[in-house]
């Protein structure tokens, strides 16, 4: 069975929502837009306080290439235009919305029809970029890069195939998986429609073998669709990495950045962003809810939500039977890359992919030791660095050494830190060393 060729880790899987059909999460009473729910420059508003709003309504219009529209997932009034603290940590602008019904704009199509490619044979390539963008829909494994960015091919790149991400490897996390049982159409009329953007015939589905029934199901509609193929992974972390999930499925290798997978002939989208797709381009629906798994092991039911975007954590947490008494931390995403929230109002956004509770037991680091030497760093990582290097030279602060050692090939997938028997913190300095050596490296290129 295939998969990526060095490094990776086994950590317990913890699926404990995986057979918790999606629910749909109450309307929140205020719902929060960031307007740095991508990368790239932040949305800018074009709304005021005291406008009214329907879901679909613009908020916030893209200021960039590398950036991407905002949208109301809710009717009702802006309250204000302020500042949270986000899921990263820091303070940024929000517009606030006091909830007031359940309007839509009425060019969302709200009906469960299926519509294929069939029924719109009149799209083309440049109209399925222009829906995609207009819609603000942007990578949903939590990358959160805009989607028509990754449609436009740069001049002399050439698209060969299309690799879809339904392998969700991070432990815990289910919303993947769940999409992929009860929405397998739209998920696959998205892939054709990223296949006609990016104008090539091939494209692969890659899942890891830990969902049977999702490679089973998949298999079986994807048969109606030509060009289309399910290709069963094995169960490895961190199989859902750009770079790991082309070279486990195509065998081709990313070279080092600044190389992304494009230069290798491959377009990379998640499945949660393909049905994004299909919502945008044939159901003219902005991205205004996604698919969230909240759960752990103190969790009283974990639950795949379907939410709005902009409803507060603390409401799903509600709605899955409240904060555990235990709780000793409370993580954004998964527990090999995700991070710490630093408060439960901090509201769901376009890469929020799941809200895990972790109790006392689990969230306690162990005693830093020092460095044995035992190499199962180097053994671990996927991309061939030398982590215990790269860790020790960031807490140093010898930029010079890390860089030379390629400290921005790192994807942060915590594996060298999963396999430290030492507890040594080193996604911690590497994560400080690349986000210093990066900017470094902007401000040289400034300079030319």
Not at 2 to 13: C, L, M, N
Not at 361 to 380: L, Y
Request: aromatic fraction near 4%; glycine fraction near 8%; charged fraction near 20%.
């Amino acid at each position: 069975m295939k998969t990526f060729r060095i490094g990776g880790v086994h950590p317990a899987e913890n699926k404990l929502s995986a057979a918790c059909p999606i629910k749909k999460a109450a309307l929140p009473k205020q719902a929060v837009f960031s307007l740095y729910q991508h990368i790239g420059a932040p949305a800018k508003p074009v709304v005021a306080k005291g406008d009214e709003v329907k879901v679909g309504t613009m908020l916030a219009d893209a200021d960039g290439f590398v950036s991407a529209p905002v949208f109301s997932s809710v009717s009702g009034k802006v309250a204000k235009i302020d500042a949270i603290v986000d899921a990263s940590g820091y303070r940024r602008p929000a517009i606030f919305v006091d909830v007031e019904g359940d309007v839509w704009e009425d060019s969302i199509d709200r009906s469960e029809t299926l519509v294929t490619l069939k029924d719109r044979p009149e799209l083309t390539a440049q109209d399925i970029v222009a829906k995609v963008k207009a819609a603000g829909v942007v990578g949903m494994g939590g990358a959160t890069f805009p989607c028509h960015v990754k449609l436009s091919p740069p001049p002399g790149s050439k698209a060969e195939c299309v690799v879809i991400n339904g392998v969700e490897c991070e432990p815990y996390l289910t919303a993947d998986h769940r999409l992929m049982l009860e929405k397998p159409d739209e998920i696959l009329v998205g892939v054709a429609l990223i296949m006609k953007a990016v104008q090539v015939s091939k494209a692969y589905i890659g899942i890891e073998n830990n969902k049977p029934d999702a490679i089973k199901l998949m298999t079986e509609k994807a048969a109606a669709y030509p060009g289309i193929e399910i290709v069963p992974l094995q169960v490895k972390y961190p199989q859902g990495g750009e770079k790991q999930l082309v070279q486990a499925i195509t065998g081709r290798e990313v070279p080092a950045p600044p190389a992304i997978p494009i230069q290798v002939g491959a377009v990379v989208q998640n499945v949660g962003t393909a049905y994004a797709i299909y919502e945008a381009v044939m159901k003219n629906k902005p991205l205004l809810e996604r698919v969230i798994t909240v759960t752990g092991k103190s969790v009283k039911q974990p639950t795949n939500f379907l939410a709005r975007i902009g409803t507060p954590m603390s409401q799903l947490i509600e709605e899955c039977g409240g904060l555990p008494e235990d709780t000793g931390k409370v993580i954004g995403g998964g527990p090999m890359m995700g991070k710490a929230l630093m408060n439960l109002d901090v509201p769901v956004c376009k890469g929020s992919s799941g809200l895990l509770i972790m109790n006392n037991k689990e969230a306690r680091r162990g005693e830093i030791q020092p460095c044995i030497r035992c190499a199962k760093c180097v053994s671990a990582c996927p991309m061939g660095l030398e982590p215990y290097l790269l860790a020790t030279g960031s807490a140093l602060k010898n930029w010079e050494l890390v860089e030379e050692n390629d400290i921005t090939s790192c994807i942060e997938c915590g594996s060298c830190q999963f396999t430290c028997p030492s507890n040594r913190p080193m996604l911690d300095n590497i994560r400080m060393g690349k986000s210093t050596v990066m900017a470094m490296i902007r401000a040289r290129n400034a300079k030319k």
